[in-house]
């Protein structure tokens, strides 16, 4: 085992001392997710990184417990072949969706009048409980596990809980974020319609907001 597999693991061993979504793990997930993101396998193909952004969820969602599938065991495998094997199989699922797509009419999806998709927020019917709706998503946002998982290529700081959390009502304006995170506005705006508005969506219509 080599000096950057030995500081891996001791990193794991130290998250999975503490409880599963507290800061201490939150931490120290990050650390390994920078240590070993230049190691996952790369393909320059479409559905690239959606599956890499799948690999990081299960990442962080079964290292220490088996919540979505096995947990890590560091007998049988490092975590970057662990992980490594789940990317190739979500690629593989990505090229299948993406065959689908190309023998079917895929349906035009809701736009705003200026040809954006529309943020399920601006969505919502105007009715006279949306403070507590806003204060809901808000609480949902800054709870949920999984939205610190999801994070920009080569940017663990910029992930989906953080963007949606700027653009709740109040929003902070895309150009403000750009400047804020040192990333180009098409940059921010593509990684979170494609990654961070479908779990707000989904939140949404388990809620009865959508």
Sequence with gaps: MNEL????QTLIAEACRHPAGSPQRQRRLTQVIRLISGRLWKENTAYYQDALQQTWVYFCRNLCEATTGRAYDPEKAN???????YLKRRLQDGYIELQKQRA??????????????????????????????????RAWAESDHQLTCIHLTDHPHITCQLLILKRLPPETPWKVLATELGVPIGTLSSFYQRQCLP????????QGYL
């Design 199 to 206: 779990l707000l969506r989904e939140f949404g219509k388990s």
């Design 104 to 137: 079917t009419v895929a349906s035009s999806p809701r736009a705003s009048a200026d040809g954006q998709p529309l943020d399920p927020v601006d969505m919502l019917p105007a009715r006279p409980d949306v403070p507590p709706l806003l204060e809901n998503v």
């Design 5 to 8: 597999q030995e500081r891996v």
């Design 79 to 85: 975590v970057v072949t662990w992980l490594n094997a």
